[in-house]
């Protein structure tokens, strides 16, 4: 997803305003020289095809770039990348080894889960939060 709430998080707008920028230069600049084509020497047209969208280009990949900084420095243009983690530690949930009401023996074969870390006990029935436990 793109949002643009973030410093390190891709940013949608600064592309979409820098490829639009691109865009209406490089035709401005044919729109230019097509409404006074016959007045132009080889020079004044040149200008048009090539000068004006180069400008079009630069100003329009300046503000790509100071809009998604962090995307370009970690992953390049149109790439992102994650930020690292760290150390990376796995955790598991599992249900407690006892009911803390009626002290039946849990596993994870015997138990019927009622929600993402919430298991019922089979013998009463009751709610029973998970454990969390490192790997």
Not at 96 to 114: D, M, Q, T
């Amino acid at each position: 997803m793109c949002y643009a709430n973030d410093d390190n998080e891709f940013n949608l707008m600064g592309m979409m305003a820098g490829v639009c920028i691109m865009v209406l230069s490089f035709f401005g600049g044919f729109l230019f020289m097509i409404s006074n084509i016959d007045t132009l020497n080889i020079g004044g047209i040149l200008f048009f095809i090539m000068v004006v969208p180069m400008i079009g280009f630069f100003i329009g990949f300046a503000v790509m770039y100071k809009t998604n900084k962090k995307s370009f420095s970690s992953a390049g243009m149109f790439g992102s990348a994650r930020p690292s983690a760290g150390s990376s530690e796995s955790f598991v949930y599992e249900p407690p080894e006892r009911c803390p009401n009626c002290k039946g023996v849990l596993s994870a074969e015997n138990i019927e889960w009622v929600g993402p870390l919430t298991a019922k006990c089979p013998y009463c029935g009751s709610s029973v939060k998970t454990e969390k436990r490192r790997v």
